[in-house]
């Protein structure tokens, strides 16, 4: 089995139209139609742990998450990917 160890994160892609920021007299707005919102995962150790089982081998990945839905999206994603998860911890 192959593990990798490190950073584990996620951001959120857009997709849709965006105005440029205008100052009003009180404050900034923003005007924006977003079509389509997607939670990805990301950082190295994630990235080469979806690498090494895309080429079917056995690997697994070791980091921390919170315990909280991000948390929870997290690994989820990443057992879908068919990326073992035991090793991953959920803290505070």
Same mark, same amino acid.
């Given at each position: 089995?192959?593990?990798?160890?490190?950073?584990?994160?996620?951001?959120?892609?857009?997709?849709?139209?965006?105005?440029?920021?205008?100052?009003?007299?009180?404050?900034?707005?923003?005007?924006?139609?977003?079509?389509?919102?997607?939670?990805?995962?990301? !950082?190295?150790?994630? @990235?080469? =742990? #979806?690498?090494?089982?895309? *080429?079917?081998?056995?690997?697994?990945?070791?980091?921390?998450? !919170?315990?909280?839905? @991000?948390? =929870? #999206?997290?690994?989820?994603? *990443?057992?879908?990917?068919?990326?073992?998860?035991?090793?991953?911890?959920?803290?505070?």
């Amino acid at each position: 089995m192959r593990i990798s160890y490190g950073r584990i994160m996620y951001w959120f892609c857009c997709d849709g139209y965006y105005s440029k920021a205008h100052r009003t007299k009180n404050h900034w707005e923003e005007k924006q139609r977003i079509y389509s919102i997607q939670i990805q995962t990301g !950082g190295d150790a994630a @990235n080469q =742990s #979806i690498r090494l089982a895309d *080429l079917g081998l056995d690997a697994a990945l070791a980091a921390c998450v !919170g315990q909280d839905p @991000n948390g =929870s #999206i997290l690994c989820s994603s *990443l057992r879908a990917r068919g990326v073992r998860t035991e090793y991953i911890v959920s803290t505070n």
